[in-house]
């Protein structure tokens, strides 16, 4: 998994969804409930520009993972998170409760004034309806935790709209580049 040195069995890979970002690891954390392996470093991104995250946020591939406090100034030193379109609702997979449990925004980062780059970062955020009913619990709290984001930041290459991750070899590239399979010979 990257960099950090997470004790997880050999295989395991860190690629977890929208739902079980907000579920299993954000609402734990704006809960103040420990989250076992403990793998999301909580990380002040503005001060960082996206290609410096590696070995300061969780990696998996070329995603990093990291908490943030919530906040409206996004800028770093080389340039500016600008947000692309509204926020997009995440609802719970449960068949019997599909609610709204979060919220995602998707980010585009800037270089210099106006220099848009092919860095990604998506912001979850509890959804309001879901954070009300722990504000009692925050009350009691000298921290408040309803402000925490958990990010996903990646460099998209423009082959997909989410960037999973899934990269060819460079036979994959030749076999599929091919036009025809009767070509091909194999060693034998």
Request: aromatic fraction near 14%; hydrophobic fraction near 30%; charged fraction near 25%.
């Amino acid at each position: 998994m990257g960099d950090n040195n997470v004790n997880l069995p050999p295989g395991f890979r860190f690629y977890p969804t929208d739902e079980e970002l907000v579920v299993h690891f954000l609402h734990r954390k704006a809960s103040l409930l420990p989250c076992h392996p403990d793998v999301i470093p909580d990380l002040d991104l503005y001060p960082y520009d996206p290609w410096d995250l590696d070995g300061k946020a969780m990696a998996e591939g070329n995603k990093w993972y990291f908490y943030s406090r919530r906040t409206q100034s996004r800028i770093t030193g080389s340039g500016y998170w600008q947000a692309m379109g509204i926020d997009e609702p995440i609802y719970s997979s449960s068949s019997n409760n599909q609610k709204v449990i979060g919220m995602k925004k998707y980010y585009s980062f800037y270089v210099g004034e106006d220099v848009k780059t092919n860095w990604i970062m998506q912001e979850y955020r509890i959804s309001d309806s879901s954070s009300t009913s722990r504000s009692s619990r925050r009350r009691n709290s000298k921290i408040d935790y309803s402000k925490w984001v958990v990010c996903r930041v990646y460099e998209h290459n423009g082959d997909d709209e989410y960037n999973d991750g899934t990269e060819l070899s460079c036979l994959d590239e030749v076999f599929l580049s091919l036009d025809d399979l009767d070509e091909i010979s194999l060693p034998k």
